[in-house]
């Protein structure tokens, strides 16, 4: 099925599409409106990686492979998870971990309250190095092999977003991005432009956030 995109086809003076800007401004930024959220709002940006894993298992559902079929797969309600890893062997690995785990800590506030079918929208994380099935390199059965965000509708993977912001504008970018990926997806809430349409974000596995019929996640 065609996709829709958020806007209409906008081309560039030297004819690239507008979307082709998305990678590196964020559908946001691209889009011209001003960021709902700022990664400067808060102070985890001057937090340690530990620090903010602490926080991270505070505030989120911890998940592991026990509880994991209970909290989320068996949950009648939506779900957003992410899958990181507190055993990298690169600081690049760990630096973009941690930029996403500061993205997904905001995420969690901004939506602490939302309620969606009348059930609390859950935010868990789940620690690749501590599945005591994980072969290093893949979470057996959910065929997470790198930093993955997935979400959940009544127990189903709908979407998943992989990897992360490699630096702090990425950081905002992202964090936005990802709002609107609730918003548009579990949320009903859309920008003016697509009021009249009947359209979901969607990430479909990649980093970039795309508008598809609402027929896409409903298969």
């Known amino acids: 099925m065609k996709k829709e995109t958020f806007l209409r086809e906008v081309y560039l003076e030297k004819g690239m599409k507008f979307r082709n800007l998305i990678g590196s401004l964020g559908l946001v930024g691209a889009l011209g409106f001003s960021p709902k959220v700022s990664a400067e709002d808060t102070g985890y940006l001057d937090m340690?990686?530990?620090?903010?894993?602490?926080?991270?298992?505070?505030r989120a559902v911890v998940l592991n492979d026990s509880n994991f079929k209970h909290e989320v797969l068996d949950y009648d309600g939506d779900a957003i998870v992410l899958y990181n890893s507190s055993c990298n062997r690169t600081e690049l690995a760990d630096s973009v971990d941690r930029n996403m785990e500061i993205v997904y800590l905001q995420l969690i506030e901004k939506f602490k309250d939302t309620h969606v079918?009348?059930?609390p929208l859950k935010f868990g994380v789940f620690d690749g190095c501590r599945f005591v099935g994980n072969n290093a390199s893949t979470i057996i059965g959910l065929e997470v092999t790198t930093l993955e965000t997935h979400m959940y509708v009544d127990g189903r993977e709908i979407d998943r977003m992989r990897g992360g912001p490699k630096n702090e504008i990425g950081l905002t970018n992202k964090l936005n991005d990802m709002i609107l990926w609730i918003e548009y997806t579990l949320l009903g809430i859309r920008q003016?432009?697509?009021?009249?349409?009947?359209v979901v974000a969607l990430y479909k596995g990649d980093g970039i956030l795309e508008a598809y019929p609402r027929s896409e996640i409903q298969r």
Not at 48 to 58: D, P
Not at 192 to 198: A, I, P, R, S, T
């Open 48 to 58: 340690s990686r530990e620090e903010i894993l602490g926080v991270l298992t505070q």
């Open 117 to 119: 079918r009348e059930l």
């Open 192 to 198: 003016l432009e697509d009021q009249d349409k009947d």
